[in-house]
């Protein structure tokens, strides 16, 4: 798999307006540049700062505003929504998952974070499909917080057509019709994880392999974060450096999951991040995120696309099930068994 291409010692996360891609009105020739930068960051960095999205600043603040409340609240009162085993919805506690485990690398630190995860429900989204209830949950809102389902659910649906958007702007780069990639998203198995960095006293001192959250690679076919403009987050370079990403003012950030570096057969990548403990000036300090995953249909095959394969690039991955893949990770970072079908991306960590 590859990696994040750094330039003497700078490695440079673009920023690209999509905005045209929003506009009835915009030129083929608009478009085209937009899929041309897109494919140009997937194939050097696999991040990119997306602007001209069209989420409302009321739409970011009522969100954000849901998310703290839940999150300010007693831990007894949130870890009455964990997650039951299996279930990717509700609330997952502090130092309960080990991300770096999804790639088969063993850690003696679990991650800091805290997250709560709401996601598509089969009954109400995809009624009639017979899609599996334990992957299609439905969600459960806290209800001392009753602000959070209006406002979280109102951010799931404009990140989400975000991600649609990008996965026309990705057929378009890769030169396949531009609804290429429908097939596999039309009962999308997509999750929000709001994450909030939950960190011991400044003056407690971290063990050596502790982070906010661990190396990993996002499993399906991209994800849309808001984060804070607070230090934390990391790109491994193909240099062996961690490097800071910040987002800038009003952008978000998007990054490309397994399934597209599968499709593509790592001609675009799918690149290792993590969140090392926030701190400023040595301190730590408070950190909050929220990752929409667009991972695909539970049943859609993810196999190298025949326009990335030739004699000189023989298929590098055989055709996994997103169900199937996403499965295997999980039960890496919160199962702790070490997932043994991520090969090439651990081999990248390991390098490091």
Not at 278 to 302: E, K, Q, T
Request: glycine share 10%.
């Amino acid at each position: 798999m590859s990696s994040a291409v750094a330039h003497e010692g700078v490695l440079t996360v673009p920023t690209i307006d999509i905005a045209p891609y929003r506009d009835p009105a915009a030129t083929p020739e608009q478009r085209a540049a937009v899929a041309a930068a897109v494919d140009e960051a997937a194939r050097t960095v696999g991040f990119m700062q997306i602007v001209g999205h069209g989420i409302s600043q009321e739409t970011v603040d009522g969100f954000t505003a849901a998310m703290d409340a839940f999150f300010a609240l007693p831990l007894e009162a949130k870890s009455a929504y964990r997650c039951p085993p299996g279930i990717n919805r509700g609330y997952t506690p502090p130092k309960s998952e080990s991300l770096a485990n999804s790639l088969g690398l063993a850690t003696s630190a679990a991650d800091l974070f805290e997250a709560i995860n709401i996601g598509v429900d089969a009954a109400l989204q995809f009624p009639g499909l017979g899609l599996p209830e334990d992957q299609y949950a439905p969600n459960t809102f806290p209800v001392e917080v009753p602000s959070f389902e209006g406002g979280t659910t109102a951010w799931f649906a404009a990140a989400g057509g975000v991600a649609r958007a990008m996965e026309t702007i990705f057929a378009d780069a890769l030169g396949l019709p531009s609804s290429h990639f429908a097939q596999f998203t039309d009962h999308s198995l997509d999750v929000l994880r709001m994450i909030n960095y939950r960190l011991p006293a400044a003056g407690v001192e971290l063990g050596p392999d502790q982070v906010g959250m661990g190396a990993h690679t996002d499993y399906g076919i991209c994800t849309v974060l808001w984060a804070d403009q607070v230090p934390g987050l990391e790109i491994l370079g193909d240099d062996g450096t961690w490097y800071p990403v910040q987002p800038a003012d009003g952008a978000l950030l998007i990054n490309l999951g397994d399934a597209l570096a599968r499709w593509t057969n790592d001609q675009w990548i799918s690149t290792m991040h993590r969140v090392a403990a926030p701190r400023i000036d040595g301190v730590l300090v408070p950190r909050r995120s929220a990752a929409y995953f667009h991972d695909g249909n539970i049943d859609a095959v993810i196999a190298p696309l025949a326009t990335c394969v030739d004699a000189d690039h023989p298929p590098l991955y055989a055709p996994v099930t997103v169900g199937e893949h996403i499965a295997a990770k999980l039960a890496g970072s919160r199962g702790g068994y070490l997932n043994p079908n991520a090969e090439r991306e651990a081999a990248r960590l390991a390098d490091a």
